[in-house]
């Protein structure tokens, strides 16, 4: 298995602006993962015939099984400060997508064949928006008491694990 990742970040501070300072970030992501297992199954059939005589199977070969994941993502998000309130909002966009890499098929002694799998750069692909809404209110001027609530919208990253049994190379 393997995984990588690249980000990028830039903030910027607004001392005074609509009656707060701001703290602007904005950011890029790029990342991947993936696998390549050799399987070899123990699927083996025992069976007796009537006169008690054993015979024994393999159900499968040997095989490659493997799933490659990318995702980039971009995001914005100020946080507005206010005398007794910080506000923060944000938003985030993500595309996803599943492939699969060509893989070599192999005989049942588990050596390559010279045949691939084929490849397909787009098993499925999704975009996602994310928006993000927080709220710090101090309900007395000490401080003492303060309102929290945020609402935002997440979202699981791909992972080849979910999908890497459909590999066309078994």
């Known amino acids: 298995s393997w995984k990588w990742g690249t ?3 830039l903030s910027h501070v607004i001392d005074s602006f609509l009656g707060g300072s701001h703290d602007i970030k904005t950011g890029l992501q790029y990342g991947g993962t993936g696998s390549d297992n050799l399987n070899g199954p123990n699927d083996t059939l025992t069976t007796f ?3 008690g005589r054993q015979t024994v199977g393999t159900t499968q ?3 490659h099984q493997g799933a490659q994941a990318y995702w980039n993502g971009v995001y914005v998000d100020d946080t507005f400060r206010l005398p007794r309130a910080v506000l923060n909002i944000g938003v985030r966009y993500d595309h996803s997508r ?3 890499q060509a893989l070599p098929f192999l005989n049942a002694a588990g050596l390559p064949t010279g045949q691939m799998s084929a490849a397909n750069d787009n ?5 996602t928006f994310s928006p993000r809404v927080g709220v710090n209110w101090q309900v007395t001027g000490s401080g003492n ?3 929290k609530a945020h609402f935002g919208r997440y979202y699981k990253a791909l992972e080849p694990n979910e999908y890497r049994g459909a590999v066309p190379s078994i």
């Open 7 to 9: 980000a990028v970040k």
């Open 49 to 51: 015939s009537q006169s």
């Open 61 to 63: 070969l040997p095989y």
């Open 98 to 100: 599943a492939t699969f």
């Open 123 to 127: 098993v499925y692909s999704w975009n």
């Open 145 to 147: 008491t303060v309102v």
